[in-house]
């Protein structure tokens, strides 16, 4: 048997008649790029987020970059943030001309490190960039006080985290302005790029809005210098498919993840953690172990493929060397990057396949012979 780390053709293969019929009228209609389809799929996301404002572009990085013009930051200013995410969330930072500034997570759910923030917060502080990573949510109340205190903008990259709730709500609407990713493999992903903007503050939605369609308000009339992040009616017309089918999607990943924490129980693996806050949505089941190498080589070896999300922190990637961050500087994310190993997850896992990982798992914690020397 072989296991892969996620299978969208078992997706495909269940939404296959809509999505085609959702592709043709589109072809049929000769309307590609923005247009009805997108302000339709806007809607159904605004109100599936419950955020007033919905605005549909050409990715996640790019709702990312829009996210943080619109909340006005810019040169000079400090922006917040984990190294322990996708180079994404970060790239933005520099293409605004802001300041990264680096805090560390937390080794129970990955997040920020919430009681660090504060220290790092300065006069040119301009917002917090968080990350719900591998979709469990962070900690938002006590960073929402942190921002009222000192005037701050809080954004959500949200772009793993779709469905996710803090508190009975959907991430994304709790900040100023939250930002999702539709890259194929997502919870909620295209068949090719796409991203979305959600936010309730209307003065941001506009400036998103102009901003992704080369600053243009009325047809070639350019009120500033925009960008073509436009989305794609295509792209829309099959996330309008796949949308209908998220929460389930979502339920089948929940029920997953509990039925790996239970075959894992008692076995050499920290299992993910659920805060009595968050729902999560696990777009990455993320164990981890102290021989992670050995081990995934071993699944690998059993035809399980698994990921390592991530392997190397931004603040040592030689991108980031300009930032003047060292070893050692942000401890957790060094240690977690080095133990954490992702295994299969997606909603049409079947139970014999997450047995399988398990076995295999138990297997390799089980003969120390296997263990990389
Ligand atoms: C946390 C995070 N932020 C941002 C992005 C960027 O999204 P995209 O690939 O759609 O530009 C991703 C996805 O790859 C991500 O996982």
Known sequence: MTIPLVDLNRQYEE??????EAMTRIMESSAFILGEEVRQFENEFASFCGSRY?????SGTAALHLALLAAGVEKGDEVITVPYTFTATVEVISYVGAKVVFVDINPEDYNIDVSCIEEKITKKTKAILLVHIYGHPVDLEPILALADKYGLKVIE??????GAEYRGKKVSVLGTVGCF???????LGAYGDGGIVVTNDREIANKVKLLRNHGQREKYEHIVEGFNYRLDALQAAILRVKLTRLS??????RQHAKLYNELLAGMEVITPVEREYAKHVYHLYVVRTKDRNGLQEWLQSQGIATGTHYSLPLHLQKAYE?????????????KCSQEVISLPMFPELTREEIEEVCGAVKSFLSNPSLSSP
């Not at 990259?157 to 779709?162: L, P, R, T, V």
């Not at 990713?181 to 919870?187: C, D, Q, T």
């Open 15 to 20: 939404i296959k008649d809509e999505v085609k």
């Open 54 to 58: 919905a605005i549909g572009v050409s």
């Open 157 to 162: 990259d949200a772009a793993q985290a779709h």
């Open 181 to 187: 990713s539709f890259y194929p493999g997502k919870n």
């Open 248 to 253: 389930s999607w979502n339920k089948n990943r």
């Open 322 to 334: 300009h930032l003047g961050y060292k070893k050692g500087d942000f401890p957790v994310a060094e």
